[in-house]
């Protein structure tokens, strides 16, 4: 009965806060409070893949992929709020740009690059989304006597219906309710590990005398050397610096009411990621101690919650990674919706194409999550990055430098995208499809860096030759 009132009440106040966000406006979210922002930018940046799956590398790994961690909080939130948060807000109203994809089309200059960016966008984000409903389906699973398949239908209904009643400002009063309830579940995992080893001095004494394993071969508390190394660091790169570009992420942006705000949201928000990150990684890396060895590195986080929390905690905890999977899933879904209902008519989003955009996201998001195919999950697999590449080099060449060049923007994006999406079906090994064409090494790249090189080389070009004196005489 305990456990039905906690859900219960969970689901109450999520319905309240949905509600309480309704608007005329269900794109624009106007301007929230600095704990609503802190609590809603780490929720939309953290998803259940980051707390589970991370987690899991955490065991195999160990400390070193505290690395990840901080670069999330140094790089994809302290340096964002002190460098492109408030330029992006102030070139959205500058330019009465409604969306991601309108502040870089008309920031440019391009309508053409408002649809292409939304296209990408709707398709790539659309379809991630299905990866995050069917993460939370299957932790639902668990505690529910309902097959998954009716559960994927179920959670995509609701971060529809999330979307649908409640627009952005309701997308964001949920997310700031979930980072609490994520916040929550991490100290209680954290609290549980630390008993259980003896405490975080201790527990890393322990680990340090841990024999080193093939994937930590300078130990459990160093960085590895080699390939294993150089992949650690590339995903600080790919997961702190190509959130930038997210449009989920560029969005939260739009809500910040005053520069000062950013004085009390920016250390907030750093503490909330180090807590949940640092300390998902941080749990993960010492269960190697009481779970020497895990079939999946998907168990990993599953067994440990298991084994240490009593029930009604591992119901709250189940509860923060739902949460960090609806919240993922809500700010995703917004981005789609947004650019199917305006972006791609070329219009403001009424109430009827509001909802035809939803209906199409419940549909493709729910019917992908059903089947396995290579396709669906190349597209899950490489949505972060390709964004990341197609959209970073014109963002921050204008929110940041204040550079408007739709011919560079174009080359840029294109470039951007065409050589990141090759590099994952040519060359990138988890995912090439004919085999490390390119040799090994080539196969350990992370095609975000090879997208962003042929990006930032696509801008440099173009703004060259358009800025050219003799190109201008001939025009």
């Not at 309701?170 to 579940?185: D, I």
């Not at 930038?244 to 750093?270: S, V």
Request: proline residues 5%; glycine residues 10%; positive net charge.
């Amino acid at each position: 009965m305990t456990e039905i009132l906690l859900w219960a009440g969970y689901f109450a106040v999520f319905a309240f806060l949905v509600h309480k966000g309704r608007s005329k406006d269900a794109v624009l979210s106007g301007s929230v409070g600095f704990g609503v922002q802190a609590f809603a930018y780490v929720a939309t940046y953290i998803s259940a893949v980051a707390l589970v799956g991370f987690g899991g590398l955490a065991h195999a790994y160990g400390l070193q992929m505290l690395l990840v961690a901080a670069g999330n909080v140094w790089f994809g939130t302290w340096a964002v709020y002190r460098f492109l948060a408030w330029p992006t807000r102030k070139w959205q109203e500058r330019l009465g740009a409604r969306t991601p994809a309108q502040l870089l089309g008309l920031g440019h200059g391009s309508p053409s690059l408002t649809r292409a960016m939304a296209f990408v966008f709707a398709l790539f984000l659309g379809v991630y989304g299905s990866a995050v409903i069917k993460g939370a389906a299957l932790l639902l699973a668990e505690i529910l006597p309902v097959p998954v398949w009716a559960l994927i239908w179920l959670v995509a209904i609701i971060v529809g219906l999330t979307v649908f009643i409640g627009g952005l400002r309701g997308v964001l009063y949920t997310e700031a309710m979930q980072g609490v309830v994520m916040l929550v579940g991490m100290l209680m995992l954290v609290g549980a590990i630390f008993s259980k080893v003896g405490g975080p001095w201790e527990g890393m004494q322990a680990l340090a005398a841990l024999p080193p394993s093939d994937l930590a071969n300078n130990g459990f508390v160093s960085l590895s050397g080699g390939e294993r190394g150089l992949f650690i660091l590339s995903l600080v790169v790919v997961t702190s610096i190509a959130v930038w570009a997210q449009p989920q992420m560029m969005q939260r942006h739009f809500a910040i009411a005053d520069p000062r705000q950013l004085k009390k949201t920016t250390p907030l928000a750093m503490f909330i990621l180090t807590v949940l990150v640092g300390g998902a990684y941080f749990a993960a890396a010492l269960s190697r101690l009481i779970l020497p060895e895990v079939a999946s590195p998907d168990q990993v986080m599953p067994k440990l919650v298991q084994m240490l929390l009593p029930e009604f905690a591992l119901h709250i905890f189940v509860l923060a990674i739902v949460s960090a999977s609806l919240s993922t899933a809500t700010g995703i879904y917004h981005i789609a919706v947004s650019a199917l209902s305006e972006d791609l008519r070329g219009r403001p989003s009424n109430r009827l194409s509001w909802f035809t955009g939803i209906a199409i996201c419940v549909l493709v998001s729910g019917g992908c999550a059903q089947i396995k195919g290579q396709l669906v999950a190349l597209l899950c697999t490489t949505s972060w990055s390709i964004v990341g590449a197609m959209a970073l080099v014109p963002y921050v060449a204008l929110v940041r430098f204040g550079r408007r060049n739709a011919g560079a923007a174009w080359a840029s994006a294109a470039c951007g995208f065409f050589s990141c999406l090759a590099w994952y079906l040519i060359a990138y090994g988890p995912t090439s499809i004919w085999g490390p064409q390119l040799g090994s090494v080539a196969a350990g790249i992370p095609p975000f860096f090879i997208g962003f090189l042929f990006s930032w080389i696509g801008w440099i070009a173009v703004s060259a030759l358009s800025e050219s004196p003799a190109l201008e005489q001939e025009a």
